[in-house]
């Protein structure tokens, strides 16, 4: 999508649909809706004084522009109460202007800056997150579909205020390159299994390779060489064995330790033996939705020239049942010396970041870590699909991941890692138990991973219940949301 700032008077911006936008309760509309208002002669007042139009919260009230109006169509979008608009909803509100734009199969929208005025954002901010709802509503996954869907291809930021023209230039520029990390993860994880099995999204992460990006990948072998078993025995029943991508962006100092991303990379998860029930066993492509967020932090990274260090340490493996497969019983010795007992091997996501999480910290020598992945169902039943879990082992890095999660949009919350959780994880015959039991099962996920970031500044966040909707939600389409990319790289970019 094409983006541009037009600066100057409403009514001469061209497009096939103009955007303005009204809070909920007011009366009479003012500012750009009233200059549009009186363009129309009067019909969004008409509206509002009917009941037709009240300005909810992505309600949408569609004209015809008539002969005052360059425009073809002027759509006035409910920003709901005042009090409650945030820079995340000003994203969310992208959405409603993109589905108007597909139902009427036009591609050039204008729009003013919702929230810049009234709303009190500044107006780098505000074009941000209007930019990156754009660019994430407009985002479509139609690879395996005989007819496309046609997205808007252009949009225009109407502006009055010249002053303000640089800023919004660079707000967008910023959405562009945070939202084409956001896509490719979302691509990642949308692409059906069988054509993303562990050599494909390796293949994948190669093709971020070049300028400050370098991509490394071990194939079984060197994983086996390198003690790395809780990642090599889940890959074991596959036909296609694992890998581990190692992504790193240079754009720090040379002797600057880089922060590590570490992905959960499982392409497709049956359960192993300990075979899920086949009702929703298709959405489980999604299970390597971390992997696709840490090669998206790259990207993004990369768009935006960040000045740091960073490395994606991403372990990928299907997890299928056969004669060859991993079982439960079986004792594992880790990458880091520890032995885990396996109780099933549908906890398998945490054998692999738990090697993934020694290799950022022994090989490859990292300041601090987060991992992302799809962990547990027990962090859906805590928090649904409207937040992410977090836990980690440092409180100033939770503190700022919690800052960057309010700046970010994308919702983090803290669950608590308590001494006496690690309780439930002992076993009578390894050092550790890959699963505690039915209680506090998030938690007790988050506090094995703890066993091995040892001293290493570490947050988990498990993205189990926001990496996939069923349905429209928060602003996403139906499929997968690239969950923790906005994130992951705000904390970055403060």
């Given at each position: 999508?094409?983006?541009?700032?037009?600066?100057?008077?409403?009514?001469?911006?061209?497009?096939?649909?103009?955007?303005?936008?009204?809070?909920?309760?007011?009366?009479?509309?003012?500012?750009?809706?009233?200059?549009?208002?009186?363009?129309?002669?009067?019909?969004?007042?008409?509206?509002?004084?009917?009941?037709?139009?009240?300005?909810?919260?992505?309600?949408?009230?569609?004209?015809?522009?008539?002969?005052?109006?360059?425009?073809?169509?002027?759509?006035?979008?409910?920003?709901?109460?005042?009090?409650?608009?945030?820079?995340?909803?000003?994203?969310?509100?992208?959405?409603?202007?993109?589905?108007?734009?597909?139902?009427?199969?036009?591609?050039?929208?204008?729009?003013?800056?919702?929230?810049?005025?009234?709303?009190?954002?500044?107006?780098?901010?505000?074009?941000?997150?209007?930019?990156?709802?754009?660019?994430?509503?407009?985002?479509?996954?139609?690879?395996?579909?005989?007819?496309?869907?046609?997205?808007?291809?252009?949009?225009?930021?109407?502006?009055?205020?010249?002053?303000?023209?640089?800023?919004?230039?660079?707000?967008?520029?910023?959405?562009?390159?945070?939202?084409?990390?956001?896509?490719?993860?979302?691509?990642?994880?949308?692409?059906?299994?069988?054509?993303?099995?562990?050599?494909?999204?390796?293949?994948?992460?190669?093709?971020?390779?070049?300028?400050?990006?370098?991509?490394?990948?071990?194939?079984?072998?060197?994983?086996?060489?390198?003690?790395?078993?809780?990642?090599?025995?889940?890959?074991?029943?596959?036909?296609?064995?694992?890998?581990?991508?190692?992504?790193?962006?240079?754009?720090?100092?040379?002797?600057?330790k880089p922060f590590a991303v570490v992905g959960k990379g499982v392409t497709f998860d049956t359960g192993g033996i300990s075979l899920k029930k086949w009702e929703g066993m298709d959405r489980m492509k999604y299970d390597m939705a971390g992997a696709a967020c840490a090669l998206g932090v790259i990207k993004a990274a990369s768009e935006l020239g960040l000045k740091r260090n960073v490395v994606a340490?991403?372990?990928?493996?299907?997890?299928?049942?056969?004669?060859?497969?991993?079982?439960?019983?079986?004792?594992?010795?880790?990458?880091?010396?520890?032995?885990?007992?396996?109780?099933?091997?549908?906890?398998?996501?945490?054998?692999?970041?738990?090697?993934?999480?020694?290799?950022?910290?022994?090989?490859?020598?990292?300041?601090?870590?987060?991992?992302?992945?799809?962990?547990?169902?027990?962090?859906?039943?805590?928090?649904?699909?409207?937040?992410?879990?977090?836990?980690?082992?440092?409180?100033?890095?939770?503190?700022?991941?919690?800052?960057?999660?309010?700046?970010?949009?994308?919702?983090?919350?803290?669950?608590?890692?308590?001494?006496?959780?690690?309780?439930?994880?002992?076993?009578?015959?390894?050092?550790?138990?890959?699963?505690?039991?039915?209680?506090?099962?998030?938690?007790?996920?988050?506090?094995?991973?703890?066993?091995?970031?040892?001293?290493?500044?570490?947050?988990?966040?498990?993205?189990?219940?926001?990496?996939?909707?069923?349905?429209?939600r928060l602003g996403y389409a139906p499929g997968a949301t690239g969950a923790g990319v906005r994130l992951i790289t705000e904390y970055l970019r403060s």
């Amino acid at each position: 999508m094409k983006t541009s700032v037009f600066v100057g008077d409403l009514a001469d911006v061209k497009a096939d649909i103009l955007v303005v936008n009204l809070f909920e309760g007011v009366k009479e509309p003012g500012g750009a809706t009233k200059r549009a208002d009186a363009l129309l002669g009067g019909k969004i007042q008409e509206a509002i004084s009917l009941g037709e139009f009240t300005g909810k919260f992505g309600e949408t009230l569609l004209l015809p522009a008539g002969e005052g109006i360059k425009a073809r169509w002027v759509l006035v979008l409910g920003l709901g109460k005042k009090e409650g608009l945030t820079l995340d909803r000003v994203r969310h509100l992208s959405l409603y202007p993109v589905k108007t734009a597909r139902k009427l199969g036009k591609r050039r929208i204008a729009t003013v800056l919702h929230g810049a005025g009234a709303g009190g954002f500044r107006a780098e901010d505000a074009a941000y997150f209007l930019g990156l709802g754009y660019f994430l509503s407009a985002y479509s996954y139609d690879a395996y579909k005989e007819r496309k869907e046609k997205s808007p291809a252009e949009l225009v930021v109407v502006e009055v205020d010249r002053s303000k023209k640089g800023e919004i230039d660079d707000g967008l520029k910023r959405a562009r390159a945070v939202a084409e990390g956001v896509n490719f993860a979302r691509d990642l994880v949308n692409t059906p299994p069988m054509y993303l099995r562990p050599s494909d999204l390796a293949r994948k992460a190669k093709g971020l390779a070049g300028g400050k990006v370098s991509v490394r990948v071990l194939d079984e072998k060197e994983i086996k060489k390198l003690g790395m078993n809780g990642l090599y025995s889940v890959g074991m029943g596959s036909s296609s064995p694992p890998r581990l991508i190692v992504a790193t962006y240079r754009g720090g100092k040379a002797k600057e330790k880089p922060f590590a991303v570490v992905g959960k990379g499982v392409t497709f998860d049956t359960g192993g033996i300990s075979l899920k029930k086949w009702e929703g066993m298709d959405r489980m492509k999604y299970d390597m939705a971390g992997a696709a967020c840490a090669l998206g932090v790259i990207k993004a990274a990369s768009e935006l020239g960040l000045k740091r260090n960073v490395v994606a340490v991403v372990p990928v493996a299907e997890n299928m049942p056969s004669g060859n497969a991993y079982r439960p019983g079986d004792v594992i010795r880790m990458m880091s010396g520890k032995t885990v007992e396996v109780l099933t091997t549908d906890a398998e996501g945490r054998l692999i970041l738990a090697d993934a999480i020694t290799y950022a910290r022994k090989k490859v020598g990292v300041s601090a870590i987060v991992d992302v992945a799809t962990l547990t169902g027990a962090c859906v039943v805590a928090l649904g699909g409207l937040a992410m879990g977090m836990m980690g082992n440092d409180r100033s890095l939770l503190d700022a991941f919690r800052q960057a999660s309010d700046r970010s949009g994308e919702r983090a919350w803290e669950l608590p890692l308590y001494e006496e959780y690690g309780d439930q994880l002992r076993s009578e015959v390894a050092d550790l138990k890959n699963i505690g039991g039915p209680e506090a099962g998030a938690i007790t996920a988050g506090f094995f991973l703890k066993h091995f970031a040892e001293d290493t500044p570490w947050v988990h966040l498990d993205i189990a219940g926001v990496a996939w909707t069923e349905k429209e939600r928060l602003g996403y389409a139906p499929g997968a949301t690239g969950a923790g990319v906005r994130l992951i790289t705000e904390y970055l970019r403060s």
